[in-house]
């Protein structure tokens, strides 16, 4: 609860905090406070659009940052933004829905994909047999992670 608190509280500061920085750089004066409806609660729609934007954009600026690379190093770059993006919407929707099993599993699981998905891109940059024990090792990282998540769903199902 603390956390999901504070959370809130940080997103609601760095918005706050860009849309002064925006207001200051217009010449039209800011518009009015919003009243606390205008804003929303945490949870409502108003403040999650907000977070899922501002994901979107550190997104765009993560892989903005890959430009620059070339060869598999870019690769790497590329999915590591994506798996961070697909990791940060995950988390941001099991907030949404209270944490509950099915949400708490959908976000084990995207973590677990995307972190296959970069160590694959990774185990790239290797030739041979060592490529191929690395493949196979970010695959059995991936099975294992995906099977605690769903022996991990399965407990917090029956114990309700």
């Not at 765009?60 to 598999?72: A, I, L, P």
């Not at 041979?128 to 970010?138: I, L, M, V, W, Y």
């Amino acid at each position: 609860m603390r956390t999901t608190t504070l959370y809130a509280a940080l997103s609601a500061a760095l918005l706050f905090g860009a849309a002064t920085i925006a207001a200051a750089q217009t010449s039209v004066p800011p518009n009015p406070p919003a009243t606390s409806v205008e804003k929303g609660e945490p949870g409502s729609k108003d403040l999650y659009k907000a977070e899922k934007d501002r994901i979107e954009a550190e997104y765009k600026e993560d892989k903005t940052r890959c430009k620059s690379m070339t060869g598999n190093a870019k690769d790497i770059c590329e999915k590591e933004a994506k798996g961070k993006e697909d990791v940060a919407k995950a988390e941001l929707s099991a907030k949404r829905k209270g944490n509950t099993a099915d949400a708490t599993y959908d976000l084990a699981v995207t973590r677990a994909k995307s972190a296959y998905e970069i160590a694959n891109e990774k185990c790239e940059d290797q030739k041979g047999k060592d490529e191929s024990a690395c493949k196979k090792q970010a695959k059995a990282d991936e099975d294992k992670a995906l099977a605690d998540a769903k022996a991990n769903k399965k407990v917090a199902s029956s114990s309700k």
